[in-house]
């Protein structure tokens, strides 16, 4: 993640008291190379547990940089902190400058004006190396749900990092200081340090929040002092001189099988990785790490010597920066700037391949003209102190400009809605506008829901009181945001194991329904529900279930059978709308609105009189220069007055008059 080639070295002596040397070590190369492939796999939801990549590369980090000190500190008699921190910024920062100055310009160009605000903190962490514990701090509000994700959000290890690159340093110079020799205290500072970490971290996992186990420092430093203590062995143990020892390979084979089974079937949320998966893993890497390195090459260090994986983990940091970023903004939807037609469905397997190459290319750019460049010593003197000032200036303008806008949540529109009640919890907005006149003979018409309800009523109301249709309708809509059915028991966890915790919220919910349901006295009710939480899994009876299981769609069944009963109890006919798919959503995404929708045909087939209303089959029918949504689930003022248009005949058709309002026709 943040290894050069001259990091993947065994140590050796350095008479000249120059900065420490490490004998290269080409199987470290391959090693990160494999470890940087499963982040990325990972992230492109093709291995489950290749978040373990990251987790190599803090043992790594772990060995090398300890390493590099212990041996800095035998040749020279100390250890040179500023000489040490200037090499790791040197190789660090650039790169990242880089980076924010890219992302930053993506968002000006791609994201949303009301979005870009979101991301303004993910940004100012990153540069401050302090992503782990901004996430930590951060509260998901309920318009970040449905925004583009952060193309930031895999910062948080680099942060981790750097904080170990801080600290470490200092705690070996007080060390030595305590006694000439301190490699074995070292270790074993190491080692405790470890045990506390990984302890620390099963203790404080939570199946309903990860939070804490997964970004804190001290939950994760554990890999990281494994490396260390190795490094302190290693440095005490002369291994070089020795032949090849066969042995070694058995066991590393035997270690990497066990971390490609870990990499394979692991899940992040559950509690395996916290309570001793992660410590199997990281043992098992330092295992690899001392038999492929201090020795002539066996067959294990010979095979991650080959050139590919060396290419690739020489290459690692610029990966691991950039893979994210393009994911955000390569979709099987869009693909950068390009919005393929409708007709049109890029191939999952060949967008990923796309973002593969773009992230290798831009990998290899930032490598080549950016990194090796300034690692080398391109600037010198006063040069690198005007470069740094004016890299940082301009790093942080464009990063202030990129985030600068106003969010949906401070500009949303109440014009021409009653006054909304506020409840407590998240957003919680209740829109209850009411027809100015009921035309004789006309179809009362309530929409229910969240806040796909929200954004689709107004055009609903005005569609109504505009265009006649067979019968006149009169229509009302009551909306609160974030407060469905849909989230279970009110928490939810997303895909990166975020929790999002929601007060409840249905008391209130069914409490304004009663009171409009009585005032209005709907003829017919329409049930719609936007498709939020689609990525996300809800707690039911003591464990995370996401939809399209079983037990899920069982919920939902219910709970969405308990509404209409309560809505309809004074006779009102119950319409229900199908979720649509965007085609903005996460990659893979799709079948779980289809999942929803098919448990939506199965609660109004159940209930007589009971229709539905397919708008997921309108607007994919809908030309593609038509902008249908303003955000991954609501629909835009353009979308919603579309889908008014094609709602209102229905429902004129199926109640055609007063005396049919109870019998929908065929």
């Known amino acids: 993640m943040t290894r050069e080639p001259g990091d993947e070295r065994a140590p050796v002596a350095d008479a000249s008291g120059r900065a420490p040397r490490l004998v290269h070590e080409p199987a470290l190369d391959g090693l990160r190379g494999v470890a940087v492939a499963a982040v990325v796999a990972f992230h492109l939801e093709r291995v489950q547990g290749g978040f373990l990549g990251v987790d190599l590369f803090f043992v790594l980090s772990g060995f090398l940089i300890t390493s590099l000190l212990l041996r800095e500190a035998a040749g020279r008699g100390g250890i040179g902190l500023r000489a040490f921190w200037a090499r790791r910024a040197r190789r660090l920062l650039p790169a990242l400058w880089l980076l924010l100055v890219g992302v930053g310009g993506l968002l000006l160009w791609l994201t949303p004006s009301d979005q870009r605000p979101l991301f303004r903190d993910d940004a100012l962490a990153t540069l401050g190396y302090v992503a782990n514990w901004q996430r930590l701090a951060a509260t998901t509000s309920y318009w970040e749900l449905f925004s583009q994700k952060t193309p930031l959000e895999h910062m948080w290890s680099l942060a981790i990092e750097e904080q170990f690159y801080l600290v470490w340093p200092l705690v070996i110079v007080l060390l030595l200081r305590a006694r000439r020799r301190a490699e074995n205290v070292v270790r074993n500072v190491a080692l405790v340090g470890a045990a506390i970490s990984l302890a620390w971290m099963a203790v404080s996992f939570k199946a309903t929040d990860t939070n804490w186990a997964y970004y804190s420092t001290p939950t994760r430093l554990g890999p990281t002092l494994l490396g260390a203590a190795l490094a302190a062995v290693g440095v005490t143990t002369a291994r070089r001189t020795k032949p090849h020892e066969p042995h070694w390979d058995v066991l590393a084979v035997a270690a990497l099988v066990v971390m490609a089974l870990l990499v394979f079937g692991l899940n992040g949320g559950e509690?395996?990785?916290?309570?001793?998966?992660?410590a199997i893993f990281a043992l098992c890497?330092?295992?690899?790490?001392?038999?492929v390195t201090g020795g002539p090459a066996g067959p294990v260090a010979q095979l991650l010597s080959l050139r590919p994986a060396r290419w690739l983990g020489r290459i690692s940091y610029g990966v691991y920066l950039w893979h994210w970023p393009v994911i955000v903004y390569v979709s099987t939807a869009k693909v950068l700037w390009y919005t393929p037609p409708a007709s049109v469905r890029l191939s999952r397997f060949l967008v990923d391949l796309l973002r593969i190459a773009l992230t290798l290319g831009l990998a290899s750019l930032s490598y080549r003209f950016v990194e090796q460049p300034i690692r080398?010593?391109?600037?010198?003197?006063?040069?690198?102190?005007?470069?740094?000032?004016?890299?940082?200036?301009?790093?942080?303008?464009?990063?202030?400009?990129?985030t600068t806008g106003r969010t949906k949540a401070e500009t949303i529109d109440l014009d021409n809605r009653d006054k909304p009640l506020r409840e407590?919890?998240?957003?919680?907005i209740m829109y209850i506008p009411?027809?100015?006149?009921?035309?004789?003979?006309?179809?009362?018409?309530?929409?229910?829901?969240?806040?796909?309800?929200?954004?689709?009523?107004?055009?609903?109301?005005?569609?109504?009181?505009?265009?006649?249709?067979?019968?006149?309708?009169?229509?009302?809509?009551?909306?609160?945001?974030?407060?469905?059915i849909v989230y279970a028991d009110g928490s939810s966890m997303l895909v990166d194991g975020k929790l999002v915790e929601r007060e409840d919220c249905d008391g209130v919910r069914r409490k304004q329904w009663r009171a409009i349901r009585d005032a209005f006295d709907p003829d017919v009710v329409v049930y719609y529900l936007a498709n939020a939480g689609f990525t996300e899994s809800y707690w039911l009876n003591g464990e995370w279930v996401p939809e399209c299981d079983p037990r899920y769609d069982a919920y939902l069944a219910d709970?969405?059978?308990g509404e209409l009963d309560l809505l309809g109890s004074k006779g009102a006919e119950a319409v229900i709308a199908t979720s649509p798919y965007t085609g903005t959503m996460l990659v893979g995404t799709g079948?779980?609105?289809?999942?929803?929708?098919?448990?939506?045909r199965r609660v109004a087939a159940s209930r007589p009189g009971t229709r539905v209303a397919d708008l997921n089959g309108f607007v994919s029918e809908q030309p593609e220069d038509v902008e249908m949504f303003a955000d991954p689930v609501h629909l835009s003022e353009t979308g919603g007055r579309r889908a008014a248009r094609w709602l209102l005949p229905q429902l004129a058709a199926w109640w055609p008059s007063a005396e049919g309002s109870g019998a929908p026709q065929p």
């Open 424 to 428: 407590g919890i998240d957003n919680p």
């Open 591 to 600: 079948h779980v609105v289809d999942c929803r929708n098919a448990t939506y």
């Open 559 to 561: 709970a969405l059978s």
């Open 271 to 278: 509690a395996t990785y916290y309570r001793g998966g992660l």
């Open 434 to 484: 009411k027809p100015a006149t009921v035309p004789d003979g006309a179809l009362k018409v309530l929409l229910v829901g969240d806040s796909g309800s929200a954004a689709w009523g107004p055009q609903l109301v005005k569609e109504a009181e505009r265009h006649r249709t067979s019968r006149p309708i009169a229509m009302a809509f009551t909306a609160q945001v974030s407060c469905t």
């Open 376 to 402: 080398r010593g391109a600037l010198k003197g006063r040069a690198v102190i005007g470069a740094t000032a004016g890299a940082v200036v301009v790093t942080l303008v464009v990063v202030v400009v990129a």
């Open 285 to 291: 890497s330092c295992l690899v790490i001392w038999a």
